[in-house]
Protein backbone atom coordinates (compact mmCIF):
# COMPACT_ATOMS: atom_id res chain seq x y z
CA UNK A 1 0.00 0.00 0.00
CA UNK A 2 2.90 2.52 -1.33
CA UNK A 3 0.85 6.10 -0.68
CA UNK A 4 0.08 7.81 -4.74
CA UNK A 5 2.91 10.40 -5.41
CA UNK A 6 1.83 14.11 -5.02
CA UNK A 7 4.08 17.52 -5.42
CA UNK A 8 4.81 19.04 -1.85
CA UNK A 9 4.08 21.81 -3.17
CA UNK A 10 2.54 23.92 -6.30
CA UNK A 11 1.38 27.83 -6.28
CA UNK A 12 0.34 30.18 -8.91
CA UNK A 13 -0.80 33.80 -9.41
CA UNK A 14 -4.58 34.79 -9.48
CA UNK A 15 -5.90 33.78 -12.21
CA UNK A 16 -3.78 31.39 -13.54
CA UNK A 17 -4.58 27.85 -13.72
CA UNK A 18 -2.46 25.06 -11.98
CA UNK A 19 -2.34 21.11 -12.29
CA UNK A 20 -1.58 19.18 -9.48
CA UNK A 21 -0.73 15.11 -10.59
CA UNK A 22 -1.27 11.45 -8.39
CA UNK A 23 0.98 9.26 -9.67
CA UNK A 24 0.17 5.56 -8.87
CA UNK A 25 0.51 2.38 -10.59
CA UNK A 26 -1.82 0.04 -12.39
CA UNK A 27 -2.55 -1.80 -9.43
CA UNK A 28 -4.55 1.64 -8.73
CA UNK A 29 -5.12 4.74 -10.33
CA UNK A 30 -3.88 2.96 -13.56
CA UNK A 31 -6.55 -0.06 -13.15
CA UNK A 32 -9.30 1.82 -12.01
CA UNK A 33 -11.72 5.18 -12.68
CA UNK A 34 -12.32 5.64 -8.93
CA UNK A 35 -9.48 8.61 -8.11
CA UNK A 36 -11.29 11.14 -6.28
CA UNK A 37 -9.64 14.42 -4.79
CA UNK A 38 -10.32 16.46 -1.55
CA UNK A 39 -9.14 20.15 -0.39
CA UNK A 40 -8.03 20.38 3.16
CA UNK A 41 -7.83 24.00 4.74
CA UNK A 42 -5.62 24.53 7.55
CA UNK A 43 -7.55 23.06 10.85
CA UNK A 44 -10.30 21.68 8.78
CA UNK A 45 -12.13 18.42 7.66
CA UNK A 46 -11.17 17.36 4.02
CA UNK A 47 -14.05 18.26 1.75
CA UNK A 48 -14.59 16.42 -1.53
CA UNK A 49 -14.15 18.05 -4.84
CA UNK A 50 -13.71 15.40 -7.65
CA UNK A 51 -15.00 11.65 -7.56
CA UNK A 52 -14.32 8.96 -10.59
CA UNK A 53 -11.40 11.55 -12.33
CA UNK A 54 -13.50 13.84 -13.10
CA UNK A 55 -16.79 14.30 -12.02
CA UNK A 56 -17.67 17.12 -9.45
CA UNK A 57 -20.17 16.73 -6.83
CA UNK A 58 -23.22 19.89 -6.38
CA UNK A 59 -21.73 22.66 -5.38
CA UNK A 60 -18.04 22.41 -6.05
CA UNK A 61 -16.82 25.08 -8.73
CA UNK A 62 -16.88 23.95 -12.33
CA UNK A 63 -12.81 25.68 -11.82
CA UNK A 64 -11.99 22.62 -10.35
CA UNK A 65 -11.61 19.42 -13.10
CA UNK A 66 -10.04 16.26 -12.91
CA UNK A 67 -8.51 13.94 -15.44
CA UNK A 68 -6.35 10.70 -15.97
CA UNK A 69 -3.63 9.16 -18.41
CA UNK A 70 -2.36 5.93 -17.46
CA UNK A 71 -1.47 5.68 -14.17
CA UNK A 72 -1.55 9.59 -13.63
CA UNK A 73 -4.62 11.53 -12.42
CA UNK A 74 -4.49 15.47 -12.60
CA UNK A 75 -6.75 18.08 -10.64
CA UNK A 76 -6.60 21.11 -12.59
CA UNK A 77 -7.72 24.63 -11.06
CA UNK A 78 -8.58 27.40 -13.28
CA UNK A 79 -8.85 31.26 -12.64
CA UNK A 80 -7.12 30.75 -9.14
CA UNK A 81 -8.91 32.30 -6.51
CA UNK A 82 -7.20 33.07 -2.79
CA UNK A 83 -9.23 30.94 -1.27
CA UNK A 84 -8.07 27.92 -3.19
CA UNK A 85 -5.19 28.00 -1.19
CA UNK A 86 -5.28 24.82 1.11
CA UNK A 87 -3.84 21.34 0.54
CA UNK A 88 -5.07 18.75 -2.17
CA UNK A 89 -5.09 14.78 -1.71
CA UNK A 90 -5.61 12.29 -4.87
CA UNK A 91 -6.92 9.18 -3.42
CA UNK A 92 -7.35 5.74 -5.41
CA UNK A 93 -9.24 2.19 -4.80
CA UNK A 94 -6.51 -0.54 -5.37
CA UNK A 95 -6.78 -4.21 -6.31
CA UNK A 96 -6.76 -5.50 -3.42
CA UNK A 97 -9.92 -3.70 -1.90
CA UNK A 98 -8.29 -0.83 -0.37
CA UNK A 99 -8.03 2.65 -0.49
CA UNK A 100 -4.43 5.13 -0.62
CA UNK A 101 -3.83 8.71 -0.77
CA UNK A 102 -1.51 10.59 -2.20
CA UNK A 103 1.14 12.25 -0.02
CA UNK A 104 -1.05 15.56 -0.39
CA UNK A 105 0.35 18.67 -1.92
CA UNK A 106 0.27 22.33 -0.73
CA UNK A 107 -1.37 24.82 -3.22
CA UNK A 108 -0.55 28.46 -2.27
CA UNK A 109 -1.72 31.21 -4.31
CA UNK A 110 0.55 33.74 -4.90
CA UNK B 1 -28.57 18.32 8.16
CA UNK B 2 -26.20 15.17 7.46
CA UNK B 3 -23.65 14.79 10.36
CA UNK B 4 -21.02 12.54 11.79
CA UNK B 5 -19.63 13.50 14.68
CA UNK B 6 -16.32 11.52 16.10
CA UNK B 7 -16.05 10.99 20.38
CA UNK B 8 -13.65 8.66 22.38
CA UNK B 9 -10.01 10.34 21.90
CA UNK B 10 -7.62 10.95 24.32
CA UNK B 11 -4.06 10.72 25.76
CA UNK B 12 -3.09 6.67 25.77
CA UNK B 13 0.15 4.77 26.82
CA UNK B 14 1.75 2.73 23.91
CA UNK B 15 0.76 -0.79 24.59
CA UNK B 16 -2.96 0.75 25.51
CA UNK B 17 -6.36 0.57 24.09
CA UNK B 18 -8.77 2.63 23.03
CA UNK B 19 -12.29 3.41 21.08
CA UNK B 20 -13.43 5.55 19.10
CA UNK B 21 -17.19 5.91 18.35
CA UNK B 22 -19.00 8.23 15.46
CA UNK B 23 -22.73 9.37 15.28
CA UNK B 24 -24.77 9.63 12.26
CA UNK B 25 -27.35 11.81 11.84
CA UNK B 26 -29.47 13.37 8.68
CA UNK B 27 -29.12 10.29 7.02
CA UNK B 28 -30.23 6.36 6.59
CA UNK B 29 -26.72 5.49 8.34
CA UNK B 30 -27.88 1.51 7.79
CA UNK B 31 -27.55 2.30 3.87
CA UNK B 32 -24.06 2.92 4.02
CA UNK B 33 -20.49 1.70 3.73
CA UNK B 34 -18.44 4.24 6.56
CA UNK B 35 -14.79 4.33 6.95
CA UNK B 36 -12.03 6.01 9.33
CA UNK B 37 -9.02 7.98 7.86
CA UNK B 38 -6.89 10.06 9.73
CA UNK B 39 -4.21 12.54 10.03
CA UNK B 40 -0.93 12.17 11.80
CA UNK B 41 0.39 15.95 13.12
CA UNK B 42 1.66 17.79 10.35
CA UNK B 43 1.09 15.13 7.92
CA UNK B 44 -1.19 13.76 5.60
CA UNK B 45 -4.28 11.57 4.95
CA UNK B 46 -4.16 7.90 5.80
CA UNK B 47 -7.24 5.40 5.03
CA UNK B 48 -7.60 3.29 7.94
CA UNK B 49 -10.69 0.89 7.48
CA UNK B 50 -13.92 0.73 5.86
CA UNK B 51 -17.37 -1.74 6.48
CA UNK B 52 -19.87 -2.41 4.96
CA UNK B 53 -23.49 -1.45 5.72
CA UNK B 54 -24.49 -4.72 7.49
CA UNK B 55 -21.11 -4.94 9.51
CA UNK B 56 -20.47 -8.10 7.83
CA UNK B 57 -17.09 -6.74 5.58
CA UNK B 58 -14.51 -4.90 6.82
CA UNK B 59 -11.24 -3.94 5.18
CA UNK B 60 -7.86 -2.73 6.82
CA UNK B 61 -4.66 -0.69 6.25
CA UNK B 62 -1.90 -2.98 6.40
CA UNK B 63 -0.59 -0.41 9.53
CA UNK B 64 -3.49 -1.37 11.46
CA UNK B 65 -4.87 -4.82 10.22
CA UNK B 66 -4.21 -6.91 13.86
CA UNK B 67 -4.58 -4.43 16.03
CA UNK B 68 -7.52 -2.23 15.38
CA UNK B 69 -11.44 -3.95 14.65
CA UNK B 70 -13.92 -1.45 13.17
CA UNK B 71 -17.54 -2.15 13.68
CA UNK B 72 -21.27 -0.61 13.63
CA UNK B 73 -24.44 -0.66 15.41
CA UNK B 74 -27.37 0.38 13.13
CA UNK B 75 -29.78 0.22 15.41
CA UNK B 76 -27.79 3.33 17.28
CA UNK B 77 -26.56 4.95 13.63
CA UNK B 78 -23.23 4.70 15.57
CA UNK B 79 -19.70 3.40 13.77
CA UNK B 80 -16.53 2.61 15.89
CA UNK B 81 -12.92 2.18 16.10
CA UNK B 82 -11.18 -0.38 18.70
CA UNK B 83 -8.00 0.39 18.92
CA UNK B 84 -5.55 -2.22 20.96
CA UNK B 85 -1.78 -2.46 21.00
CA UNK B 86 -1.72 1.30 20.38
CA UNK B 87 1.69 3.02 18.83
CA UNK B 88 3.54 6.24 19.08
CA UNK B 89 3.01 6.00 15.24
CA UNK B 90 -1.09 5.86 15.73
CA UNK B 91 -1.06 9.25 17.05
CA UNK B 92 -3.57 11.45 14.53
CA UNK B 93 -6.71 13.15 14.42
CA UNK B 94 -9.54 10.10 13.49
CA UNK B 95 -12.05 11.17 11.04
CA UNK B 96 -15.33 9.50 10.34
CA UNK B 97 -16.34 9.18 6.60
CA UNK B 98 -18.88 8.22 5.08
CA UNK B 99 -18.07 5.75 2.36
CA UNK B 100 -19.73 5.89 -1.53
CA UNK B 101 -18.91 1.90 -2.46
CA UNK B 102 -18.66 1.21 -6.13
CA UNK B 103 -17.56 4.26 -6.63
CA UNK B 104 -14.95 4.75 -3.82
CA UNK B 105 -14.97 7.69 -2.88
CA UNK B 106 -15.67 9.54 0.88
CA UNK B 107 -18.67 12.01 0.62
CA UNK B 108 -19.06 13.75 4.12
CA UNK B 109 -16.81 13.95 7.15
CA UNK B 110 -16.44 14.13 10.87
CA UNK B 111 -14.82 17.40 12.19
CA UNK B 112 -12.33 13.99 13.77
CA UNK B 113 -11.04 13.34 17.09
CA UNK B 114 -6.86 13.58 18.52
CA UNK B 115 -5.75 10.29 19.73
CA UNK B 116 -1.97 10.48 21.42
CA UNK B 117 -0.12 7.64 21.84
CA UNK B 118 2.41 8.65 24.83
CA UNK B 119 4.32 7.33 27.50
Known amino acids: QSALTQPASVSGSPGQSITISCTGTSSDVGGYNYVSWYQQHLGKAPKLMIYEVSNRPSGVSNRFSGSKSGNTASLTISGLQAEDEADYYCTSYTSSSTLVFGGGTKLTVL | QVQLVESGGGLVKPGGSLTLSCAASGFTFSNYYMTWIRQAPGKGLEWVSY????????YYADSVRGRFTISRDNAKNSLYLQMNSLRAEDTAFYYCVRFYYYHYYMDVWGKGTTVTVSS
Open chain 2, 51 to 58: ISPSGGSQ
